[in-house]
């Protein structure tokens, strides 16, 4: 008994091998683009404040591709806005893991740490953000903050200075230049930047609350 032979041609080979190739190379890049845009659609609820939101399309995202270092960073920057903050930094690891150098992770992450009280650990991240954007404002006003807390007022005011000149109406920038200044005893000058966040933001609590402790020290 004779079985049929299995034969193909090299140029039939080829073929095939474009067809399968060509339609997995075809669907990663349909699941690419998919992913980029639910990210998009994400981060414009985040810049509308709608974070859980935000949060839903990034984890759709992160269901096409699970290594999407974007989405991670993201997802974890919208849980830093919802006081997430230990969340917040197993996202940020991964996305770390993935690109050590992406740009929107070690800012979150050091916001995240200063929002859990590790200061030193917060400095080591807005530092590793500095090296890669010295011009990241978020980073340069953290790291102003972190000095603050642990008590390195006039360590702080360079970074804090910095902020400013990238962006004047900065209002966390010039919240914590105003912590700055009452940690140093310059009361009256505090007292005008707490004011200038009030300006931009007459909601901005932060700077309302400090300017009430600045004004009761002032009355003593």
């Known amino acids: 008994m004779r079985f049929p032979t299995i034969t193909m041609t090299v140029a039939a080979m080829i073929s095939m091998n474009v067809i399968l190739f060509g339609s997995i190379t075809t669907h990663l890049l349909y699941a690419q683009y998919d992913a980029t845009t639910l990210i998009k659609k994400g981060n414009t609820l985040f810049y509308q404040g709608n974070y ?17 270092k974007l989405a991670l960073a993201n997802k974890g920057n919208a849980l830093v806005q919802l006081g997430n903050y230990t969340q917040s930094i197993q996202y940020y690891d991964k996305a770390l ?24 650990q917060a400095l080591q991240y807005f530092n590793k953000a500095l090296a890669i954007d010295p011009n990241d404002k978020v980073a340069l ?17 360079p970074y804090l200075d910095k902020a400013l000149a990238i962006d ?23 007292l005008q930047y707490f ?19 600045v004004l009761s020290k002032v009355r003593k």
């Open 141 to 157: 006003s953290g790291k102003g903050a972190s000095l603050n807390s642990i008590g390195n007022y006039s360590q702080a005011i």
């Open 195 to 213: 004011n200038k966040a009030l300006a931009i933001d007459p909601n901005y609590k932060d700077a309302f609350n400090n300017k009430q402790i």
């Open 52 to 68: 859980t939101q935000a949060i839903q399309y990034y984890d759709k995202a992160l269901a096409i591709d699970p290594n999407n």
């Open 168 to 190: 004047p109406n900065y209002k966390e920038a010039l919240d914590n230049k105003g912590i700055t200044l009452y940690g140093l005893d310059n009361y009256t000058q505090a």
């Open 97 to 120: 893991a993935i690109d050590p150098n992406i740009e929107e992770a070690p800012t979150g992450k050091g916001t995240a740490l200063y929002g859990l009280g590790n200061y030193i």
